[in-house]
């Protein structure tokens, strides 16, 4: 049986949420910004050769938004796991990095979050070390749209953790 | 015929469609999309794959708003509407296009994005650049003072050494150390002046001076430098000008004298004009007008708002020497005095400056003469001078200096202890402590207030000069808190030191 597994990426405008899903899927990136209205939807199938399996990844590219509650809720029905996305570079879209997981975990309970520093290619492994009590101690992970750097190993690791 | 006109111009913009209860369309309107019915709604668009766990017999309404969906090649931007019944029926399948609505939307966010995306990288550029700002002040501080030590020795053995028995050759060779050695002091000063600028610690004091003794001393001075380059010196100051006024004597002298300097340096050939004059006197403010004039190698036009940029040197020219800072400071000082300087010129031709300054035009109080000779003490006592330093440099230098006078007796100190052991010794009174304040192990200042703190009721008011090349508005509340009586800034050369010294002997 084919299995299916929604993943929704949320977080705040610009943070390059589009551009990781391109990423994955396309392997292309641009510097252009498009903002994103609503909801994009994109498929992927990841194989998983530990466990002899492929999943088909359903990524629900969601509408950036600065304030969490904003969200529409219907997109968030179903959902297997969420992608919590900001800029490193731009400390208005992790300030309140606390609070929107809050919301995240009472919304959808028992749905798994993994939280992603993009556009790290713009900053300093420095950087990053001297802002842990900003988001590092929050963060599961950094990667850069542009480069690709770990955007591959985000999904197939999240593909693999939701079999 | 209104029903076919209806048919053929009106654009639709709703599909129905119904679905059995494992997500297949069984009916369909086929009005936006022909080919749904018989398939599995998951197959159509993946969006349409989380409705399994939606399709449920109960009275329920899910709306999903602006969904962007490619079906049977086409893009549309749709609000879709999954109705279920809780008697059983089929569920509802709604598609709402909205292209062209959201379309608008999209474009209002993309504009809207971009602005606040923009002016947070503004902001955080401006931090940044801030950062950067105090970071390079506090290295500029911190380094020229580092270089203020070792240049003291070069000064003052140069005026040491001006006083032996020289040949005429050495002679030579010690003006052009004294030369060299004031050179880089004044670059330092510079320097650090830019760095006192630049971080917001320049106060301009308004004191009354004669506008006309410091005019003419400029002139005399500008004139032998400009006719020693064999260049002509003009001048022209009105007859107008108030000869007392109010303001800041030393930061006009600065501006005038780089401003001259410039002129100067970058003139070969022609001469060089100083006019100054009164623009008008009211409601207590005198507006005076300064103009330099020369017939120099001249500016770009595209060059001339580059000429006041710190560390700026647009002449090309690396055998004319300078830090590039003389015309920032220059523009700095004159827009705290909120004037403005202007400067015009024609390559090849030459440069004028010019600038309105505003002073207080009747100050009340009166003009400080300068108290030449200060430093010749009229009695014949002996003086016990300790000196708080772990330079070797300054303390050679304040040891020949004193040395030289016959009048004073010096004890050195490294260490606190040393210092509040020789204070406290009341069989040998010290009569002044010449302190330096970023010690290796210690700071004067702290020691300051230790002495001030001793039980012995006249050592504990001997009176105690800082010497420091830290003097900034909180550096000069700092020593004052901690009981210094006053600051010698270093580098320093022999009148200096003899001069504070004899001020503060009681």
């Known amino acids: 049986m084919k299995i299916s597994k929604k993943i929704v990426l949320l977080g705040h405008f610009g943070v390059g949420k589009s551009s990781l899903i391109r990423r994955f899927v396309e392997n292309t990136f641009s510097e252009d910004y498009k903002v994103t209205i609503g909801v994009h939807i994109f498929k992927k199938n990841v194989s998983i050769p530990e466990k002899g399996t492929d999943v088909s990844l359903v990524l629900w590219d969601l509408e950036g938004n600065d304030d969490i509650s904003n969200t529409r809720l219907s997109y968030l029905i179903g959902t297997h796991a969420f992608i919590y996305v900001y800029d490193v570079s731009r400390p208005a879209t992790y300030k309140n990095l606390e609070s929107e997981l809050e919301f995240l975990k009472e919304k959808q309970k028992n749905t798994p979050i993994t939280v992603v520093g993009n556009k790290e290619d713009l900053v300093t492994k420095t950087y990053l070390k001297q802002n842990v009590d900003d988001f590092g101690s929050l963060t599961d992970l950094y990667v850069s749209a542009k480069t690709g750097h770990k955007v591959d190993f985000l999904f197939s690791k999240l593909a693999e953790a939701l079999i | ?506």
């Open chain 2, 1 to 506: 015929m209104l029903e076919d006109y209806k048919k053929k111009y009106t654009k639709p913009v709703l599909q129905h469609a119904i679905l059995d209860f494992n997500g297949n369309v069984v009916e369909s309107d086929n009005t936006l999309f022909q080919d749904l019915k018989d398939k599995y709604i998951g197959d159509i668009h993946p969006f349409f794959e989380t409705f399994s766990a939606l399709l449920i017999s109960e009275d329920n309404e899910t709306v999903f708003s602006c969904v962007h969906l490619e079906i049977e090649n086409r893009n549309i931007t749709a609000d879709i509407i999954l109705q279920t019944f809780k008697d059983g029926k089929n569920p509802l399948l709604i598609i709402h296009d909205l292209t062209s609505h959201y379309l608008n939307y999209q474009s209002t966010a993309q504009v809207r994005n971009e602005s606040v995306i923009n002016s947070q990288i503004l902001e955080l550029k401006n931090i940044y650049l801030k950062e950067k700002e105090v970071f390079k002040n506090r290295f500029i501080a911190n380094f020229s003072h580092e270089l203020r030590d070792p240049l003291t020795g070069i000064l003052t053995f140069t005026d040491i050494l001006s006083k032996t028995n020289l040949d005429l050759q050495q002679k030579d060779y010690i003006k052009i150390l004294h030369s060299s050695s004031n050179f880089l002091k004044k670059m330092i000063d510079d320097i650090l002046d830019i760095s006192k600028i630049e971080s917001g610690n320049l106060e301009l004091s308004i004191e009354p001076f004669n506008l006309l003794d410091l005019l003419n001393e400029i002139k005399f001075n500008y004139k032998l430098k400009a006719e020693h380059k064999g260049l002509k010196f003009l001048h022209s100051f009105d007859e107008k000008l108030p000869e007392i006024i109010g303001g800041d004597a030393k930061r006009l002298r600065q501006v005038l004298t780089n401003l001259l300097d410039n002129a100067i340096k970058f003139t070969s050939n022609g001469s060089v004009t100083f006019n100054v004059s009164l623009n008008q006197i009211r409601a207590q403010k005198a507006s005076i007008h300064f103009e330099i004039i020369d017939t120099g190698i001249g500016i770009e036009e595209e060059k001339l708002e580059e000429i006041f940029t710190s560390f700026s040197q647009v002449s090309g020219d690396d055998s004319i020497k300078g830090t590039g800072l003389g015309l920032a400071i220059v523009k700095h000082l004159v827009e705290h005095t909120k004037s403005k300087i202007s400067v015009s010129s024609t390559p090849g031709k030459g440069s004028t400056f010019s600038t309105n300054i505003n002073f207080v035009s009747k100050p009340s109080l009166k003009v400080k003469k300068d108290k030449k000779k200060q430093s010749q003490l009229t009695t014949s006592k002996k003086y016990n001078i300790l000196l708080v330093e772990d330079s070797e440099i300054t303390q050679l230098s304040v040891l020949k200096i004193l040395a030289s006078q016959g009048q004073f007796f010096l004890d050195i100190a490294t260490k606190p202890d040393e210092v509040l052991a020789r204070i406290s010794n009341i069989d040998n009174e010290v009569d002044l402590v010449l302190m330096d304040i970023k010690l290796k192990e210690f700071r004067g200042d702290e020691i300051a207030k230790k002495i001030r703190k001793l039980p012995e009721r006249h050592q504990k008011k001997v009176p105690i000069v800082a010497m420091t090349a830290k003097v900034f508005k909180e550096d000069l509340s700092l020593y004052k808190k901690a009981g210094i009586n006053d600051v010698l800034t270093k580098p320093f050369n022999e009148s200096q030191l003899l001069d504070i010294i004899s001020k503060n002997l009681k």
